[in-house]
């Protein structure tokens, strides 16, 4: 026993190599928010520096103050939130129902339509938006957030209906099979058994469709033209000036508010995507 255990154990060498790529990987990630996070309270002076250092030396939130009176950003964020929430919430109610559908029946239609989703995901923003353009303008939906929410669903239903197929393949049909015995209907089965045992997906899929949404540019920047409609990925390219010079230091710490709420909605519901997929399956 004692060989087959050392054997089955991870080199310390291959362990220490795998942290060391990992804490590598998150230094990655980390470096453009850490460095976002010190321009954004760096004033004017620093920002000229030919030495700039990672900490401000003389911290200000003049940055802050000059972003706020430049630009709407308190209504342009609460215009990304709405349009961000409700895609989220749509894009899941419809997704969730088909996919139980796609994932219980098997067939060429159901493979077709599969592939379908799967496609559709590599069609760029480009080939779509002037008929989507007039469609929504003779929907009278153009320069409209009902209008770029509805957009938002389309764009997002897709991909959020493949990540939920897998999720509803992933609960055991039996657990159906005994609700139809207890004499549930289709309906009832989906959302007495099946959604609660999808949480963890449905939570997934909701957040991926918000950040889809809430990170969202071209779309939002082709259909709003009323400043006080605009999303904040739109109005912060207003900090750039003609010839392309940005106010580096509201520009910091404008994108450094609109990367917060993406933040702390996942680490709010991180542990419910984790969590385990069948908890509660088992009756009382």
Known sequence: MGPARSRSRTPRGVRAAQYTALAGYLAFLAFPFLWLLSTAFKPARELGSLHPTWIPEDPTLGNFRQAFAEQPLAQAALNSLVAAVCAAVLAVALATPTAFVL??????????????VVISQAFPFVLVIIPLFLVLKNLHLVNSLPGL???????????????LVGYVRAVPPELEEAAAMDGAGR?????????????????????FAFI??????F?????????????LPVVLTHFLGAEGAAD????????????????????????????????????S
């Open 219 to 231: 779309f939002a920047l082709v259909l709003l033209k009323t400043p006080e409609k605009q999303t």
């Open 187 to 207: 309906l009832r089965t989906l959302v007495s058994v099946v959604a609660p045992l999808l949480a963890p997906g449905i939570v997934a899929t909701a957040l």
């Open 212 to 217: 889809t949404a809430w990170n969202e540019f």
């Open 149 to 163: 929410i509805l957009v938002y669903v389309v764009w997002s239903l897709p991909f959020a209906l493949w990540m």
């Open 248 to 283: 580096l230091g509201p520009l910091a710490a404008a994108a450094f508010l609109a990367t917060l709420p993406s933040l702390v909605v996942f680490a709010v519901i991180q542990k419910r995507i984790t969590g385990g997929m069948l908890a509660g399956a088992v009756k």
């Open 103 to 116: 994932a219980r029946r098997r067939g060429r239609l159901a493979t077709a339509a599969t592939g379908w």
